[in-house]
Structure formats: C-alpha cells, structure tokens
C-alpha cells in the first residue's frame, strides 16, 4: 500500500485532480474534511468550478478547462515564477514540495490523454504521494486480479518476463504471450467488424461506456452472447444465454479498497436456503468455471476458496510495477478545443446519487438527490442571453439535454453537466465526454417538474 488513509492523515497539502471527494469516495471526503477542521489540512483543486464538497473542505480552486490538466500539472511541477501559475497555483506548488505532499487522482483522469503521465512527473518532482481514487467497488481489485489488457494476476505486467514465468508456473503451463490482450474499445471494435465468434459480458452497463449505441449495436454483430447477471439490462435484451448470477448478498468475495487494503466477506444469506426457495442463483465465479469446463479448460476455480488459494499462493507483484516513462503507456495531451460563441466545452462528472443501476427502484433514496442543473459562467450565460433559472440546451449531433441554469465560477464557454442524472444522461443522450464540444443556447421548451427538481 503506497499511500494510505494515514498518509491522508498526516499530509500537510493534498492536491486533488480529476477527482471530487464528496461524491466520487464519501470516505475519503470525511477523512479530508476531519483533517481540514483539526489541523488546517490544505487542499487545492485542479477542476472546471468550486464544487460544494470544495467549498467545505476549504479548498482553493486551480480552475481548468477539460483536457487541460496536463498542462495545469506540468506548471505545477515547474513551480517557479514563469510557470504561468497564479497565486494559488505557486501555493499549491510550493505546498506539494512539503515532506508527506498527496496528490490524489480520480477515475475522470484517465479520459485525458497524458494527465496521469503528468501527474506521476508532478510526484516524481515534488517527492509527493500519489494515489488513484476509483469510484466503483471493484475496480482495484479487478486491477490487483489483472483485468486490463497490460496485466496479469496480482498487478503483474504482461512485458515482465519474469513475472509471466511466475503465472506459468502457477497455472501450469509452459509459457504466457508477452503481447497485450484486448480492452474494452478493441473489443467492441472487433465486434463490430464480425471478428468476435463469442463473447461474455458480465455486469457491464452499457450507459456507462463512452459511446453506448457503438457497444450495442457491436453486440448485434456477435453470434453468440452470453450475459452474466442478476437484473434485466440492455445486454440481456441482445443476450443468446443468459445465466442469472447472485448478487453481493448471496455469495462471498473480496473487495480491495483504493489502498490495496483487502475486505473480505462471506454469504450474508444462506445460498442453498434461497435456492431451496426457488429464487437463489450460482456465483458469477462458478458459472463461469463450469462453462470452462464445458470447453475443456480446467480452471480449477469450483469456489471462492479456491480462487482465494490461487491468488496468495501467487502475491502481490513484489518487482517494478508499469514505468509511466515507458513510451508504450504515454499518452500525449490533447489539442485544446476552441469553441466560438454558442459552442462550449464540456465538463461532467457522476453525482453520488443518479440513475446508477444499482440504485434503481429506489424511489426514497432518490428523493434526496441534489437538484439537476446545467452549469455556466456569468459571462457565458450573458453571451447565449440567459440568466440564472433559464432553460439551457446543450446539444450534439447526437440528442440534447435541457436543463434549469445555475450560474457558477467556471471559465469562459465551458458548460457542465451532470454524467448520468435524471433528465442529463450525457453518454446515452449526447454521445459525449468531458472535454467535448457542445452546441449551448436558450430553450424555449419547457422541462418536466420531475426533471427539474430532481
């Protein structure tokens, strides 16, 4: 565990990018605002406006455009009096170059074309801790088990010679491709092209992909799909077999926090009495393996127990983890866009509570959500002729969303939305992500109340 919780506690500055606490990882939210409030923990923010959570933890806000983080975090680094910073930015580059400095990053950076190599130069100068801040449950534990296409089990990279040997051995064969494996964009653009004969999804939300029609309309492309899940989605709708797995509550597992800090949890309701019920479903784990079998691939994985087996007999990569310097994983930064009067860039990011699928059918939970708004500056709500209340539309080629305007600090021609909240569901309706241009401009439609004061 490279950075820790108590790392939070005894930091004296904290830099957050691409990331809000308050809604992204309440926990980390509390532990900073307990800090803040006892010993004066400083906190800046390299984001599009001062958010609420900002406000509370009593942050400066080192206001940015989308797709201008790596540029912000190169300054940052240069620190001196001709980085072009302000005067928050010197303060918060010379609060990072203090013993125990955390920059803390978020899963929005990873959609900015050379921020995280920019964010691990700004560490490596400073001598401040990094860590990445998911915002969903499973995602360092996917990453641990070696779910992206440039790892292997145990956050093991695929290039390391060494560390494919220690995974032959493990599963008993006598070598690995040193080649990476497909993500989920080469998955979909094979599919689309008829190059996939089978493919499984399991528990993937379309609406949470980048662009939910292209994945779809792969997924019609496929002979067979097979769907693993517990709840009717978009994916079973196209799915040839779908097996019903059990949800969290009615099978054991591992969660791994954004420390690398293992949770485990066992059954909280007796799975053989639900299934005597007639309603109890397989764990993902062994519908999966049981179809391994069906093909003769033994993967020997019946049970959690037996993965569990598996994964410390193998351990946590000891050696070198991925070189952000290393060529192959460097992403450039983006060209900044340019939008004229009546266009703007766009910002967003997931509210805590949404219209998430895991919080469907939750009417009383959903009753407390904030207010869905679409967010302008001053000057660039005087520019399209609106004022606090108004109807504003952000549209594409794709669709439009009409929201009630609320003015806030944002820079000039930039808009934010909402990514997935009642009446603003940017990917399904706008087919976009933060840092793309978008057409702004009075509507005279009217919005539902429902949408409106959600």
């Known amino acids: 565990m490279a950075t820790t919780y108590a790392d939070l506690d005894r930091a004296p500055s904290v830099l957050l990018v691409g990331f809000e606490p308050e809604e992204e990882s309440p926990i980390v939210f509390l532990r900073l605002r307990k800090n803040v409030l006892a010993r004066g923990l400083a906190v800046s923010a390299i984001a599009p406006f001062t958010t609420r959570g900002l406000e509370k933890l009593k942050g400066s806000l080192l206001r940015a455009a989308p797709v201008t983080e790596p540029a912000f975090l190169a300054a940052l680094a240069d620190g001196g009096p001709d980085s072009g910073l302000d005067a928050a930015g010197l303060a918060a580059a010379a609060d990072l170059r203090k013993p125990g400095a955390v920059i803390l990053v978020g899963e929005r950076l990873a959609g ?37 296409p440039s790892l292997l089990p145990g956050g093991r990279p695929i290039t390391d010679s060494e560390a494919r040997e220690e995974v032959a051995a493990q599963w008993g064969v006598s070598t690995l491709p040193a080649g990476f494996g497909r993500g989920t964009s080469d998955i979909v653009d094979a599919a689309a092209l008829g190059g996939i004969a089978g493919l499984v999804v ?88 049981r179809i391994a079998d069906a093909m003769d691939v033994h993967l020997g994985l019946p049970n959690v127990g037996a993965a569990r087996h598996e994964l410390a007999r193998l351990g946590p990569w000891s050696s070198v983890r991925a070189d952000a310097r290393d060529k192959t994983l460097r992403g450039n930064p983006a060209d900044l866009p340019k939008p004229r009067a009546g266009e703007a860039v766009l910002a967003t990011w997931h509210l805590l509570l949404d219209e998430g699928s895991l919080q469907a059918h939750e009417p009383f939970l959903a009753g407390t959500r904030k207010p869905t708004a679409v967010l302008l500056s001053k000057e660039t709500a005087a520019e399209i002729e609106v004022a606090e209340g108004d109807l504003v539309s952000v549209s594409t080629e794709h669709g439009s969303i009409t929201l009630p305007l609320r003015i806030a600090d944002l820079a000039g021609r930039v808009v934010w939305l909402p990514t997935n909240s009642k009446g603003s569901q940017v990917r399904r309706t706008l087919r976009a992500e933060a840092g793309s241009r978008v057409f702004i401009a009075r509507s005279e439609s009217e919005v539902s109340e429902v949408e409106a004061t959600a």
């Open 202 to 289: 399991a528990g993937v939300d379309p609406y949470d992909l980048p662009d939910p029609d292209a994945f779809l309309q792969a997924l019609d492309r496929v002979p067979c799909v097979v769907s693993l899940e517990f709840r009717h989605t978009a994916v079973t709708e196209r799915a040839h077999v779908v097996f019903p797995v059990a949800p969290v509550a009615e099978k054991s597992g591992t969660f791994v926090d954004w420390e690398g800090r293992e949770r485990s949890f066992e059954t909280a309701l007796d799975a053989d009495a639900v299934q005597a019920a007639g309603f109890g479903e397989m764990p993902d784990l062994r519908v999966l393996d």
């Open 112 to 148: 900015v074309p050379g921020a995280l190599t920019a964010a691990v130069n700004l560490a490596r100068v400073t001598g401040a801790k990094l860590a990445w801040i998911p915002r969903r449950a499973g995602e360092r534990g996917a990453l641990e088990a070696g779910a992206l």
